[in-house]
């Protein structure tokens, strides 16, 4: 390990949205950050297009809906963006409570601004941040449906295979008696054949001390690099001994075990990064 003056090497494939922050974190412990993405996340002129339907005049789409749920801060900015291509608020200021649900610190994401591009009545959104930040949580939290339509704005995946976690959850809501409706809101897309090179040609560099994992689908981005580049799994453990795998939260991990990546450390606390480099800490015990 790379653990003299306690100065670690911690690489991370996060997307660029997440990047800073998750930097900041790794050096905040006194440890050098290595992003590589494996993945980019970004809305996209056909997305923007797909959320306008719901939302544009004149009798916008989304007044149908009972609730708007969100599994990702892109969904969220995605969504902001769209609503500000508007002249006016798609929610009609009455009716039943309209609740908008979005995961941990990604509800920092929704507030009082974003509530006003909904509706002009902001006393009839009700914003609804389950205890356990997963989608597995958030739909425990809402209850049954009872028949009502769920707006799911989710990324449309694109030179990968769609992780399951949206497609697991658009199925526990409809389990709970909820019409989920999925509309394409941004694309998740694989950064390409080198993306993983710096994790294995390290130019003579030292050997990563950890790699931070905070979805599926950059663990399988990775893997898919790697095997462009002639490579596997167990390579990128060769170049680097003694790395350790990080997941942000347990919905990371299993997906990352499901494609044959084993995870030795699983933030308990994932509603922020914060959980996952303290995670990080407490195995070094800095």
């Known amino acids: 390990m790379n653990a003299a003056n306690n100065h670690?090497?911690?690489?991370?494939?996060?997307?660029?949205?997440?990047?800073?922050?998750?930097?900041?974190?790794?050096?905040?412990?006194?440890?050098?950050?290595?992003?590589?993405?494996?993945?980019?996340?970004?809305?996209?002129?056909?997305?923007?297009?797909?959320?306008?339907?719901?939302?544009?005049?004149?009798?916008?789409?989304?007044?149908?809906?009972?609730?708007?749920?969100?599994?990702?801060?892109?969904?969220?900015?995605?969504?902001?963006?769209?609503?500000?291509?508007?002249?006016?608020?798609p929610l009609s200021p009455s009716g039943e409570d309209f609740t908008v649900c979005a995961l941990g610190k990604d509800s920092e994401l929704i507030d009082n601004l974003f509530v006003s591009k909904i509706c002009s009545n902001s006393e009839r959104i009700k914003v609804l941040v389950p205890e356990v930040p997963t989608p597995a949580g958030l739909v425990e939290s809402l209850g049954y449906g009872l028949g009502r339509r769920m707006l799911c704005p989710v990324p449309l995946v694109v030179g990968l295979e769609e992780p399951l976690v949206v497609p697991n959850f658009i199925r526990d809501l409809e389990t709970k008696g909820w019409v989920a409706v999925r509309v394409n809101a941004y694309e998740t897309r694989w950064m390409g054949a080198e993306c993983a090179a710096a994790l294995v040609k390290r130019n003579g560099g030292c050997g990563v001390d950890a790699?931070?994992?905070?979805?599926?689908?950059?663990v399988e981005g990775m893997l898919k690099s790697l095997r462009a580049m002639g490579l596997d799994w167990e390579a990128a453990l060769r170049e680097n001994p003694g790395m350790v795998v990080a997941a942000h939260g347990p919905v990371t991990a299993a997906g990352a075990k499901s494609l044959g990546v084993d995870v030795n450390v699983v933030s308990s606390r994932f509603g922020s990064f914060n959980g996952v480099v303290d995670a990080l800490a407490l195995l070094w015990n800095n």
């Open 211 to 218: 790699i931070v994992f905070t979805s599926t689908g950059e």
């Open 8 to 89: 670690r090497l911690i690489a991370f494939t996060t997307p660029e949205n997440y990047a800073p922050r998750l930097s900041h974190l790794i050096q905040l412990k006194d440890w050098t950050p290595l992003w590589y993405p494996t993945i980019a996340v970004e809305p996209t002129t056909h997305t923007k297009s797909s959320l306008l339907r719901y939302l544009s005049p004149p009798t916008p789409l989304i007044n149908q809906f009972s609730a708007l749920a969100f599994t990702s801060r892109s969904g969220i900015s995605a969504f902001s963006d769209a609503l500000s291509e508007l002249n006016s608020t």
